[in-house]
Each structure stands twice: as structure tokens, then as C-alpha cells.
């Protein structure tokens, strides 16, 4: 049973398109983040949830937008694909810990969004 | 500018070598974790150090947090081909906030 899975694994699409990716973590977790990594493989905070609530945007183009319909389940919208989106994007849930600060992340396996 | 600096990005090596990869910061963070990562995979935890000065063990791999908790460290020894990958360290921040080094990517060949 995958604790953080993410769908689709691979999507490619046309620039000017809109696409969703889904996220669903079973951890219980009150936690979940969006994370670009590049072709680098930096991987780039884009956002973060707490229990439903928007608490991290880093600066991210408003074509990004992220979704949670309950603790369990955060879903990233892109609108307008441009050919700089494409990467791999993780999902990652963590519980709160002692001081919710060293608690380990759960990551999905990945989406490898490709705009031809 | 990034708020975690992780040298090496690139490390080749012989079976049986030591190596060390390095992440450092300017700022002081509450924990820092070590990640491995394969491809097609996402990250997952080796380590978290808490306590400056801390050294924790993990089979070959010694990971230190510094005195001042600003800087942490991972020593393999005689590395082995299984441990290919890629190591990402990160710093637990106020507000859950979880930011990443650049990352090393580690070759080993037999």
C-alpha cells in the first residue's frame, strides 16, 4: 500500500494547455508539499499545505495552482503549460514530530511533465 | 541564492574509496536530513541529526551537524557500487518548511 502516490507518472502535453496532477497520502500526515525538481535535480519548494490550509507559496507563477480537498489529498493545476514547466514534480507529505520540525518527508514517485 | 550550499554536485569514484559530501548554510536550522534518491524514484530518508555537534552512524555512512547547526556532512566509506545515487540534504525551517540542496551525484564504479 503506497504511503504518498501521485498520478499521472508521465504526462506530455501541448504549451497552452492545462493539465492537473493528483496527489494522495495515507500517512495520516497533516502536511503535504509540492516540489519541482529540475534537470539539475534541484528540488524547489512550491508549496505547502497544513491540514487543508495554504501555508508556503514560494513565489510561484499564478498559473500554479494547488488544491486540497481534505488533509489527505493535494492536487497541483497548471494552467497555460510552458515549455519551462516541464520537470519532474514530487509530492511529499510529513507528520507534525516534536515541534513538527524533524519528522521525516514521504515522497511520491513523481510526475515527469513533458510540454512539447 | 540558495539557502543550502551541497558540494560536490558531481562525485565519480573506485569501489573501496571514501568520500565526503558536504552541506552548508548561513543560516541555522532546527534539523538537518540527508536524503537518498534513485532515478525514477522520489527521495527518501537516511538521516535526520538534531543537536550541534551530533554524529550518527548508518552502516558505512557517518553523517555530523555542526557545532552551530549550520553546516552538516556525509562520509561513506569504501564506497560500493549500491551506493549510487543521488544525496539531497535539507534544512527544517520555521512554518514546516523543508528546503533542499542542489544535490550530489554519486557514481560508483566497480
Known amino acids: 500500500d503506497t504511503a504518498v502516490s501521485q498520478t499521472p507518472k508521465y504526462l506530455v502535453t501541448q504549451m497552452g494547455n492545462d493539465k492537473s496532477i493528483k496527489c494522495e497520502q495515507n500517512?495520516?500526515?497533516?502536511?503535504m508539499y509540492w516540489y519541482k525538481q529540475d534537470s539539475k535535480k534541484f528540488l524547489k519548494i512550491m508549496f505547502s499545505?497544513?491540514?487543508?490550509?495554504?501555508?508556503i507559496n514560494e513565489t510561484v507563477p499564478n498559473r500554479f495552482s494547488p488544491k486540497s480537498p481534505d488533509k489527505a489529498h493535494l492536487n497541483l493545476h497548471i494552467n497555460s503549460l510552458e515549455l519551462g514547466d516541464s520537470a519532474v514534480y514530487f509530492c511529499?507529505?510529513?507528520?507534525?514530530?516534536?515541534?513538527?520540525?524533524?519528522?521525516?518527508?514521504?515522497f511520491g514517485q513523481g510526475t515527469r511533465l513533458t510540454v512539447v | 541564492t540558495q539557502l543550502l550550499e551541497q558540494s560536490p554536485q558531481f562525485l565519480s569514484i573506485q569501489e573501496g574509496e571514501n568520500l565526503t559530501v558536504y552541506c552548508n548554510s548561513s543560516?541555522?536550522?532546527?534539523?538537518l536530513q540527508w536524503y537518498r534518491q534513485e532515478p525514477g524514484e522520489g527521495p527518501v530518508l537516511l538521516v535526520t541529526v538534531v543537536t550541534g555537534g551530533e554524529v550518527k552512524k548508518l552502516k558505512r555512512l557517518t553523517f555530523q551537524f555542526g557545532d552551530a547547526r549550520k553546516d552538516s556532512s556525509l562520509h561513506i566509506t569504501a564506497a560500493q557500487p549500491g551506493d549510487t545515487g543521488l544525496y539531497l540534504c535539507?534544512?527544517?525551517?520555521?512554518?514546516?518548511?523543508?528546503?533542499f540542496g542542489a544535490g550530489t551525484i554519486l557514481r560508483v564504479k566497480s
Open positions: 535539507a534544512g527544517a525551517r520555521y512554518g514546516n518548511k523543508l528546503v
Open positions: 500517512l495520516g500526515h497533516d502536511t
Open positions: 543560516s541555522v536550522f532546527s534539523s
Open positions: 499545505y497544513n491540514n487543508k490550509e495554504l501555508i
Open positions: 511529499a507529505s510529513r507528520g507534525q514530530g516534536t515541534w513538527g520540525m524533524n519528522t521525516e518527508a514521504f
